[in-house]
Nanobody, 122 residues
Framework: VQLQASGGGLVQAGGSLRLSCAAS????????LGWFRQAPEKEREFVGA????????DYADSVKGRFTISRENAKKMAYLQMNSLKPEDTAVYYC????????????????WGQGTQVTVSS
């Protein structure tokens, strides 16, 4: 499967953005979709993930209650809705696909998109 993330940009603190992840391939619903981010000079970190049929989600504590992941399998799309953004959310955001079960480990995701920059100004 090939992935392409989009929707990043510059937003003020407290604002919202919705990232999209477009996938190719015939078996999109079989994959767990994860979102990760990497800030300058920091390790890549888990943001959240959603099961293949959207039956389960998992979020990092730092984004829980502010970010929501969803997917539309018929369109081969996944989304990361980000609300109440903070300057510390500034990073390059990546979508990734892997197999069950949902995991927070980036090593378990087999396919990665190219990343989209999110910048939150204070």
């Amino acid at each position: 499967v090939q992935l392409q993330a989009s929707g990043g940009g510059l937003v003020q603190a407290g604002g919202s953005l919705r990232l999209s992840c477009a996938a190719s391939g015939r078996t999109f619903s079989r994959y767990v979709l994860g979102w990760f981010r990497q800030a300058p000079e920091k390790e890549r970190e888990f943001v959240g993930a959603i099961g293949g049929i959207a039956d389960r989600t998992d979020y990092a504590d730092s984004v829980k209650g502010r970010f929501t992941i969803s997917r539309e399998n018929a369109k081969k799309m996944a989304y990361l809705q980000m609300n109440s953004l903070k300057p510390e959310d500034t990073a390059v955001y990546y979508c990734a696909a892997g197999y069950l079960p949902i995991t927070r480990s980036s090593d378990e995701y087999n396919y990665w998109g190219q990343g989209t920059q999110v910048t939150v100004s204070s």
